[in-house]
Every structure is written in C-alpha cells, then in structure tokens.
C-alpha cells in the first residue's frame, strides 16, 4: 500500500464517519419530531377531539346535577355556549323550577345584551305565571314492594307465591302504572315538598306551584332489603352503582351470571325520569322505606352479620352464613361501605329514605319499650348507612293512631317525635288522606299490587286502567288476605 491509497482510505474513513453522524443527525431529528407529534396527538389532539363529542354533554350533565342539587344558580362562569345554558335551564323549568332557571339565565354575562337568552326567561315567567298551588290535602301516595322481574320464578307455585301474588307488583306492570299516571299529568313529589318542619319543630304546610292539568304524587317502595326468602324467586339481588356512575340493579341469571340493569324500581324511575324530566318536580323522586334485620338494599349491612350473635341469627342468615364461609368482619364492612356509597348516589339524585322500622314491628302490638329498642336498631344500623331521616311508613301500614290527630298523650307519637320523626305514613286505600298537626304530617298511602288490582280494579281508576297493565303471568284468583 502506498501513501496515496492510504490517503484515499483515510479520506474514505472520514466520509464514512461524516456520513455515519448526519444519519446519527437525522435519526436524532427523525425521533424529535415524531415524539413531539405523539405528545401532540396524546396531550392536545385528542383530549380536544374527544372533547368535541365528550366535554360539552359532560360539562352539561355537571350543570343540570348542580341544578339539581342547587349548587349552580347561575350560568357565568361555567363557560357554556347560550345554546347550552338554555338546555340547562329549560331542564330545570321542565322540572317545574321557573324560578332557578330564571336565575340562572339573567346571571349569565351575556344574558343584557343576548335576546335569545331574554326570550327564554320571557318565557319561563310566562309559565310560571300559569302556575297554580295544588291543595295538598288532596295529593295521592300509591306505594310498592320489590318489582317482580321473573314472573315465572315468582309465580312457580311454591310457599311464597301466593304471598308475592297479594303485595307484590311485577315489573312490567309498574311500568304501565308509571306510563298511564305519566301520560295523565301526574308528577312525583317530595313529602318534603308537602310540609315544611320548622327548627322549633313545628310542621307547616309546604307549597307545590304547578301548571294546570299537572297532579303531584308521592312514590314510596317499602322493604328494599331483598330479603333472603326472595333468592331465586324472580327478584333483583341488590342497587349497585355501574361504571357511568348511574344506580342500577344487580340480577342473578340462570347460569350464575350476573346482569346489570332497570330491574328493579329506582332504575327504572331513574332512567324513565331521563327521558321525562318532567315526571319529576325540581327532580325529587321517590322514598324508599327500609327495615334492617337483613340489611338494606340488597346489602348485609346489619351488626348481625358482623357479631353472627347466636341468639339473633334467623334460619335465613345461618342458611347466608353456610354459603358464605368467609363473610368476615372485612366482608361485612364493605358491604356498609358499598350500601353507602349507593345511598349517596341515589340522594344525590333525588330519592329520599323512611323508617319501616328496623324489625318490621306493629308499634302498639309490640308496646312502646320494644319500640323504643328497634328505634336504636334503626338508627344504628340503617341511618348509619342511608342517614338520618325524620320520616316514618308504618310497617304492615300499622299507625299508632287512628283518624284522628295525634296528641302528645300519645306515647308512641311523643317518643318518635322526640326521636325525630316529623312526618307519618300509614296504608290507606281511600284516594287521597292527609293531615297536618302542630308537630306532624300524616299521609295514608294506596298498594297498587295485586291484590288491589285484582279486587278492586275501580279504586284505581284515577291512576291507570287495570285491564291494560295486568300482568298475564299472574295467577288467578288471587288469594284473599
Ligand atoms: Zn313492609
């Protein structure tokens, strides 16, 4: 080799490794430029694409939940389009609430000088002018047990059938019910809504301002608890909260399997009050009576099932225990969370809960000690989970009265009082019964099962027609009481 070819080489070398750094450079270059369009996509592109279909129905979803909730009184702020914040108010005057959509639209910063925004409370007034107070002695409360979803498991011919067949309503006529009573003009209130409880514990009339042709109504559903003696019978198992955050049922298949959906009443109500708002006054819904012995809303919440104390455990709950081998004090504390959790969910949209009682007890069969221990029952193991309630829905609908008003002899009415309890409700197949007290509300309630439905289909004449909601599977007759 001579001088030149080692120059030539050397310069060879030296390209080589020119050319080998450009290439380092433009690879360098090459992967910049690709994270940072990947860091684009990822941080900018796609939260502001999805945002497009996502963030807005979201954002408005948020308001109309604050609406309800009265958490938002106006529309500055929340950097909504006028086109959405009349959504949000129209949701709210659609749910009789003139006064808050009002509110919320003349906050808003461009509501002077917007003549859209201007039209719409112009009109908002309009109706609200239209609104009359409905006499509040004269509101209806029809009430229900745990919607039956399986008629064939419910209506199979054991021991518990007949039983079913009297008080129970099966799913698919709850929803004619609600549909007929919908279509009428009814429209679900609060008793809250009936009767203001004062801090001196005083009780005075409240106010409910509708449109004419509109009927308030009080929904309540008795024993949520799904009781053990149900397993398998056609019945939902519990309210959970599904992944979108909504309340739901949980039901047990054929195969074990577990479904989720509208299979009980409070979905059912949630998802038909979706579409309906304006089933709904200021977005109240119904209040749900519990007992507790076997927990609450499909949970095992009760201290029974954390002490399994021998002299309380009921043949149902050895029979829960032996299935359930390793239900500990961890399992039995989830279960009071998950209940919680369910409960809060179901508050903040709109329902309410009752008293039934802890044990399910007739108060003057029972004598006042015994209810004085299952009141503490109650609030230890039911209010400590759904919270405190000054409401009470006589079990068996056993009132500690007759018609006529409480006074403060009465000691059951005098001790539940200095419980806490402002408002009662009794069973009472009369149309409508409701009184007020210095320190009370009363209101009588009406089953719309099939006992009633199937002997007195004329009783429930103002509500719906019995021929075009009668579940087929029902068997007949059904048995007298
Ligand atoms: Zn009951």
């Known amino acids: ?173 709850f929803a004619g019910i609600m549909k007929s009573m919908y279509e009428k003009g009814y429209v679900m209130v609060s008793l809250h809504d009936m009767c203001t409880v004062n801090s001196d514990g005083t009780v005075s009339r409240g106010e409910i301002m509708l449109p004419p042709g509109k009927t308030p109504f009080v929904l309540s559903q008795d024993d949520v608890s799904y009781y053990h003696y149900m397993d398998g019978d056609g019945f939902a198992q519990k309210l959970i909260i599904d992944e979108n955050g909504d309340v739901k049922n949980t039901y047990v298949e054929d195969d074990g399997s577990v479904s989720v959906g509208d299979y009980d009443l409070v979905p059912w109500i949630d998802t038909f009050v979706d579409e309906h708002p304006d089933f709904s006054y200021r977005g109240h819904k119904g209040i749900i009576a519990l007992t507790g012995y076997e927990g609450v809303l499909g949970y095992r919440t009760d201290e029974v099932y954390r002490t399994k104390e021998a002299s309380r455990v009921t043949k149902y709950q050895q029979k829960f225990f032996e299935s359930h081998p390793d239900f500990d004090e961890a399992a039995w504390q989830k279960e009071v969370d998950d209940a919680r959790a369910v409960a809060e969910a179901m508050k903040a949209d709109g329902w309410e809960f009752a008293s039934h009682t802890w044990g399910h007890i007739s108060p003057q069969d029972k004598g006042l000690d015994a209810v004085m221990q299952d009141t503490q029952r ?49 069973v009472d197949s009369s149309q409508y019964w409701v009184q007020f007290g210095d320190r009370f509300m009363r209101q009588g309630r009406r089953n719309l099962d099939g006992y009633r439905m199937y002997y007195n289909p004329d009783m429930v004449s103002d509500l719906f027609d019995v021929n075009s909601v009668w579940d087929a599977a029902r068997p007949t007759p059904v048995p007298e009481m």
């Open 1 to 173: 080799m001579d001088e030149r070819d080692l120059k030539l080489l050397q310069r060879q070398a030296r390209r080589r490794k020119n050319e080998l750094i450009i290439k380092c450079i433009i690879s360098l270059l090459v992967l910049i430029v690709v994270a940072l369009a990947l860091i684009l996509i990822k941080d900018v592109l796609i939260p502001e694409l999805s945002g497009k279909n996502k963030k807005k129905p979201q954002t408005l979803a948020e308001e109309i939940l604050a609406a309800r909730s009265g958490q938002s009184q106006n529309g500055q702020g929340s950097g909504l389009s006028e086109k959405d914040m009349i959504a949000v108010a129209d949701y709210m005057a659609s749910q009789y609430d003139y006064d808050r959509a009002i509110a919320y639209l003349t906050a808003a910063e461009s509501y002077t000088s917007s003549q859209t925004l201007q039209n719409a409370v112009a009109g908002y007034r309009t109706t609200k002018e239209s609104c009359v107070a409905y006499p509040l002695d004269q509101i209806t409360h029809v009430f229900f047990h745990t919607m039956i979803w399986d008629t064939s498991k419910a209506f199979d011919g054991d021991e518990d059938e007949g039983g079913y067949n009297q008080v129970m309503t099966t799913m698919s006529e």
């Open 378 to 426: 109650w609030k230890d193991n039911v209010a400590s989970v759904v919270g405190d309630t000054d409401v009470i829905i006589f079990a068996f609908g056993a009132d500690i009265g007759d018609w006529e008003p409480y006074t403060d002899d009465n000691e059951y009415f005098s001790y539940l009082k200095g419980q806490g309890f402002n408002i009662f409700c009794n």
